[in-house]
């Protein structure tokens, strides 16, 4: 079987930077991601109000266990469907 060295590319819309080891996102997306979700979790924080602690329970149970500061997009948005969170297209 032959060995397979894929490199992954950035999975933003027409970006074909290499993404970063165990991201599926380039440095630059990485870090707008960053920015953006910041803003995102203030505002989800607004909108929970006293059922915030639960949700952060939660996101930190789906959390990478290798990376506890990751958590996969995908979990994300199991997490917010439970809690009943619609994001507009403009916060994904
Ligand atoms: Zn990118």
Redo the contacts with the bound molecule.
């Keep these: 079987m032959p060995r397979q060295n894929r490199i992954k590319?950035?999975?933003?819309d027409h970006?074909?930077?290499v993404?970063q080891d165990f991201s599926a996102?380039?440095?630059?997306?990485?870090k707008m991601i960053q920015s953006k979700a910041f803003i995102l979790i203030q505002d989800m924080r607004t909108r929970l109000g006293p059922r915030w602690p639960d949700f952060v329970n939660m996101m930190r149970s789906k959390a990478d266990p290798e990376d506890p500061e990751q958590l996969f997009v995908e979990e994300f948005q199991k997490i917010l469907s439970f809690f009943k969170i619609k994001l507009s297209a403009t916060q994904l």
């Design positions: 590319s950035c999975k933003s970006c074909w930077l993404a996102y380039c440095k630059i997306h990485l």
